[in-house]
């Protein structure tokens, strides 16, 4: 298929390749030129200069951008990307958005008969690089039976949750598990450091019971050695969940906990470790002890 991926971040840029590995006709386009023009040096694809002309002609355009803000940056205006997508074309939007700008963009396509897709990733950078992502889709079930199979290419798991915003909302929930699984997991750790463990073996022999977890088998080891120069960085955990507490206020959901981790991570933030592992919550602990 003709493809269009907006969007070179840590996810973006990997996602692309699979596409464009796959076989499909990928066209790219960054708000910084020279990262896509890397991708296509690397991978043998095209860039473009403007979402308009790098989604003009394209069957599915896929995008993974930053946020609300800039997602309707590169769809919207003379230059964004509906300005250059056709009737029947599909837009899939692997952001992790809000709900509403879900909503709100599936309304602007229709009178154009364009096909807006919320689908946001779960399974981190490692996850886009072996194709091995989580994808959560919302929207209408004719449009994601088309886009599915190309979704495949760079995902272990895609599944349609129910109409337009419902994949946003799934998010919101997978954002919600993981915080409250690495604050628990943080505070075990640290435990388990301040009872003079083994916290490795502790960690080892726990990861074969109950409390095993993607958070403990990926991020416990490298929590113990104070490890927190990668991954998932905190500012934009809290940028998620800024929009699960937004979600949670509309709806009436009662989010205690996820309200005190993400104050927790306001003061890793205040650390100087915005751009820290989300894992780095055990960090605060040690030092407040």
Same mark, same amino acid.
């Given at each position: ?51 308009? $002309? #790098?989604?003009?002609? =394209? %069957?599915? *355009?896929?995008? !993974? ?5 800039? &997602?309707?940056?590169? @769809? ?65 079930? $004719? #449009?994601?039976?088309? =886009? %599915?199979? *190309?979704?495949? !290419? ?5 599944? &349609?949750?129910?109409? @337009? ?125």
């Amino acid at each position: 298929m003709k493809v269009t991926f907006l969007g070179l971040g840590v996810m973006g840029y990997h996602m692309a390749g699979h596409l464009q590995t796959a076989g499909h006709d990928v066209t790219v386009y960054n708000r910084t030129a020279s990262k896509a023009s890397a991708w296509a040096k690397e991978f043998g694809g095209q860039a473009a200069t403007s979402p308009k $002309d #790098a989604s003009s002609g =394209a %069957q599915i *355009v896929f995008c !993974c951008v930053g946020n609300d803000e800039d &997602l309707k940056s590169v @769809v919207q205006g003379e230059q964004g990307a509906f300005a250059g997508m056709t009737e029947s074309a599909i837009f899939v939007d692997n952001t992790t958005a809000s709900a509403e700008v879900a909503r709100e963009l599936y309304d602007l396509g229709q009178p154009q008969g364009i096909h807006f897709i919320d689908a946001p990733v779960s399974g981190g950078e490692a996850g886009a690089k072996n194709a091995a992502l989580t994808v959560m889709c919302g929207g209408d079930a $004719d #449009a994601f039976a088309k =886009a %599915q199979p *190309v979704i495949d !290419c760079f995902a272990r798991a895609v599944t &349609l949750m129910g109409p @337009v915003g419902s994949g946003q909302l799934t998010k919101m929930v997978n954002q919600t598990c993981i915080a409250g699984i690495l604050q628990g997991l943080a505070e075990a750790v640290n435990f388990s450091n301040k009872a003079g463990l083994d916290t490795n073996l502790v960690l080892d022999v726990i990861s074969k019971g109950a409390a095993a977890s993607w958070q403990m088998e990926n991020r416990g080891s490298t929590m113990v050695n104070d490890e927190f120069d990668f991954g998932f960085a905190v500012d934009w955990m809290r940028k998620d969940l800024k929009i699960v507490l937004g979600e949670a206020e509309r709806n009436g959901a009662q989010m205690p906990m996820t309200s005190l981790v993400d104050q927790f991570y306001k003061e890793v933030q205040a650390m100087g470790g915005g751009r820290w592992d989300t894992s780095s919550l055990l960090r605060r602990l040690s030092q407040n002890d």
